[in-house]
């Protein structure tokens, strides 16, 4: 029983089980262990002396490789800032990220000095001055997608710089057009018409997929379909709502009418968000739905999908006079304003927004560019053919409403547009609901 | 003398030290939050006296939370006790196999609530779930139900999987109380020509009853904080339909991070519950000072 003696003790050692030799055995190697232990804090820390150590706060994405191994990189490119990487839990954990970095930034003491956050909470993050306008550092943001940059901007002033994204697309099956001969619909209304003659052929049970349940995917659906119909959810200056203006109740209503009158949608998407509507349209049975980019691989993977080579993507219909929007998702790049090293963070943000970056991260980790010519970038088209048909879907990303009371605003529209779903009185619903967000934002 | 009144109270101090610090710090910090408007967001930390109080008054989707709230801890706790005294009734007497059916009732008592709300989630599911298809094959309804994607069906469909899932805490409640009332009044019942209903309705229930109300008592406070069936199946919805108080100050309290009013619907719920045990203990004082 001395499985001290073997080297590393893993997990609980059984105190009953050691004799007296074994246990002075195990002193003196954990005496040891501890000794090269040290040893090699002491050389980080001599390392780290005579650089700037900066830390780096973001959701835990995985792919080939971590974010811990990208500030490796950086770590070993130079030689005067080391990067420290604080990892907070992974972005389906939303809400504890949020809270982790929230509680680290209320203390006020510069750590950590550079973070990732969500797009919606740029906005309440510039508000409570946690974050260091990036304006003077980084003047010419003209490489980035335009909805990415407006996503980033708060008060006129960019507080945050575009990592990588994401954002709503339509998804239709191929074949089914092609047997009506149709193109891919560019209005709501094509759309609308296709799904149900695909129906009345009896090519797929459900002509239309989207989210409805009452959670934050219900308002990128609604983000959407509201601003390709020139309606907004706030006004520009983000003091009153726009929710019961004329452009937005006939979107919504829309909405409301694919499970009420045209029954392209099942009433079932009143309790979807993204993997229930997902799983229809994977197994055959929906002619076009809105999801987001991970579908795309799920829909190629023979084991998982019934649709195989059949899907299609494009950017998600309009309404006429209107134009495609796509509602703008992903992480991007922020600085502490209590942050003592700003230089030091500003060089580290520079490296980490690159085109070589926002490339690695595309390749490693599938998450697609905020830089629009990366999509012409050969090696991400050879490696990524998907991401880098996005293009044209990205140029359209729209932000959700930029304010820094966003969560109470999601909240509040949540129950409002479920309530019009529920109640099929939109405009009665969409009246309360912007008397309701006007007392959240004024 | 002196040391005489002090020793006892030093023993006291650790327990009074632990519990002030778990129970009691939390309890009135969350007061004082309450009437403060503490955001982590606009970062404001004032008194601001009753003003939150008067802003609960008028939220409408408040009231709806206490409202579903209310319902679903009346509803659940009436048929958890119905369906958990039935089993309790059949546990208690002798059959063979009765040690196994005893420690398998447990199962779904034992299982995260997050598993059960996942399962019951696939089982009522619009599209795929088995209860669907069992009930269009027995023809009792002739097209899928949308069970918790419709405001008339979520919050049954979230009842029925808390009284699957608790039932078997109350069974063994109740398992308990009845193993205590002595065999030896039933048999006397018996002896006097009671049937089965009479014996239980004069010998058993009247005995029974203290461990019914502490039971019942437990079970509703228990049931008004519901939080994971409904976080993980409906989220609130459809139209708030489901929201109750534990969901709506947990989203007020850690998603849009106002401490304050979000304090103040937490002790409403803390007086809320204040109020539901001291009607249970009312009615079992006065059913003891009756049995004595």
């Known amino acids: ?442 | 003398m002196l040391r005489g009144t002090l020793w006892p109270w030093l023993l006291l101090l650790p327990a009074f030290v632990a519990l002030g610090s778990v129970a009691l710090y939390p309890i009135v910090n969350g007061i004082y939050l309450s009437f403060t408007n503490t955001s982590l967001i606009s970062r404001t930390d004032d008194f601001t006296g009753f003003d939150n109080y008067a802003r609960l008054m008028g939220d409408a989707l408040f009231w709806k939370a206490w409202g579903h709230t209310m319902w679903f801890t009346a509803v659940s706790t009436l048929l958890e006790t119905l369906i958990g005294l039935a089993m309790a009734l059949v546990l208690v007497e002798a059959f063979p196999g009765r040690g196994i059916v005893r420690a398998a009732m447990l199962i779904p008592w034992a299982m995260p609530t997050v598993v059960t709300s996942k399962m019951f989630g696939w089982l009522f599911d619009g599209q795929f779930g088995v209860i669907n298809y069992v009930l269009l094959q027995l023809g009792l309804i002739d097209q899928n139900v949308n069970w918790y994607g419709s405001p008339d069906t979520a919050m049954w469909t979230i009842i029925i999987a808390d009284v699957w899932k608790t039932t078997p805490f109350m069974a063994l409640l109740l398992l308990t109380g009845l193993q205590t009332i002595p065999a030896s009044l039933t048999e006397a019942a018996r002896m006097d020509g009671a049937k089965a209903w009479a014996t239980f309705w004069h010998v058993r229930l009247p005995l029974l009853l203290p461990t019914l109300l502490i039971a019942g008592m437990l079970r509703a406070l228990d049931a008004f904080r519901v939080f994971d069936l409904v976080y993980v199946l409906t989220g609130g919805g459809p139209g708030d339909s489901t929201e109750t108080l534990s969901t709506l100050s947990y989203k007020v309290l850690f998603a849009t991070l106002q401490f304050g009013y979000g304090s103040t619907i937490s002790t409403a719920m803390f007086i809320t519950e204040g109020l539901i045990a001291l009607v249970f203990v009312i009615f079992m004082v006065s059913q003891l000072r009756r049995l004595s």
């Open chain 1, 1 to 442: 029983m001395t499985h001290t003696a073997k080297g590393p003790v893993h997990g609980p050692v059984k105190l009953a089980d050691r004799s007296m030799t074994s246990r002075r055995q195990f002193l003196q190697t954990s005496a040891a262990f501890g000794a090269a232990g040290m040893a090699g804090l002491g050389v980080t820390r001599a390392r780290a002396q005579s650089r700037v150590e900066i830390s780096f706060a973001s959701a835990a994405f995985f792919g080939k490789e971590s974010f811990g191994d990208l500030c490796d990189t950086f770590n070993e490119s130079q030689d005067r800032i080391f990067v420290r990487f604080i990892e907070l839990p992974p972005p389906s954990s939303s809400t504890e990220v949020f809270q982790g970095l929230v509680q680290q930034l209320a203390r006020a003491d510069g750590t950590p000095d550079v973070f990732s956050q969500d797009v919606i909470w740029i906005a309440g993050f510039a508000e409570a001055g946690w974050a260091l306008p990036l304006g003077e550092y980084f003047p010419d943001t003209k490489d980035y997608f335009s909805g990415t940059v407006a996503a980033c901007t708060y008060n006129n002033q960019l507080t945050a710089l575009p990592w990588f994204m994401d954002s709503g697309m339509l998804y239709y099956r191929r074949d089914i057009l092609e047997k009506m001969g149709a193109e891919v619909p560019t209005t709501w209304d094509q759309m609308a018409t296709l799904a149900a003659a695909a129906q009345g052929a009896g090519d797929a049970e459900f002509g239309y997929l989207w989210q409805g349940k009452q959670a934050e995917v219900l308002v990128c659906d609604a983000v959407e379909i509201i601003t390709s119909n020139n309606g907004a959810i706030l006004a520009a200056d983000g003091k009153s709502a726009l929710v019961n203006q004329p452009e937005a109740v006939a979107a919504i209503q829309f909405l409301y009418d694919t499970i009420a009158t045209t029954k392209i949608s099942p009433q079932n998407v009143l309790s979807w968000d993204e993997e229930p509507s997902r799983m229809p349209f994977t197994a055959g049975r929906g002619t076009f739905m809105r999801n987001w980019s991970y579908v795309y691989p799920i829909a190629q993977d023979p084991a998982a999908s019934d649709v195989v080579d059949k899907v299609g993507v494009a950017p998600l219909p309009a309404f006429d006079g209107g134009k495609s929007a796509a509602c703008l998702g992903g992480y991007q790049l922020g600085i502490n304003a209590n942050s003592k090293y700003r230089e030091a963070a500003v060089e580290f943000l520079t490296w980490l927004s690159s085109a070589e970056v926002q490339q690695r991260i595309a390749l490693n980790f599938g998450l697609a560019p905020t830089r629009a010519n990366l999509f012409d970038d050969a090696t991400i088209k050879a490696e990524q053919p998907f991401m880098a048909s996005l293009q044209s879907v990205f140029t359209g990303a729209t932000a959700r409403p930029i304010t820094p009371k966003y969560s109470e605003v999601s909240l509040a529209l949540q129950s409002g547009i479920s309530k019009a779903f529920v109640s099929g009185n939109v405009q009665a619903e969409m009246d309360a609901l912007a008397t309701e967000i006007n007392r959240i934002v004024a």
